[in-house]
């Protein structure tokens, strides 16, 4: 399901999708980038698990800059 709190937030720690897509990556998501861009911009839908790794990966960068851990993981 699309969450554009996600958009928000890479748009908010201006992140560039590329940086976005290797933490995803490393965390164990198998999709491509254009899959992330694409989920990230509402045109397609992606697993729970997958926007919960896009999650975490975001999390952390809010975390390395210093703030708290503020989106909501799909799975608990």
């Known amino acids: ?5 996600l958009k928000a937030a ?3 720690l201006h992140v560039p999708l590329l ?3 290797m933490r995803y990556f490393a ?4 999709l491509d980038v254009i899959a992330i861009d ?4 509402g045109i397609s839908d992606v ?3 997958d926007h919960d790794l896009v999650t975490h990966a975001l ?5 390395d ?6 989106l909501a993981y799909q799975r608990p």
């Open 59 to 63: 999390n952390e960068l809010y975390v």
């Open 10 to 12: 890479s748009d908010d």
């Open 1 to 5: 399901m699309f969450d554009s709190a």
């Open 27 to 30: 965390f164990g998501g198998n």
């Open 38 to 41: 694409a989920y990230l911009n």
């Open 19 to 21: 940086d976005l897509w």
């Open 47 to 49: 697993e729970d698990i």
């Open 65 to 70: 800059a210093g703030h708290d851990h503020p």
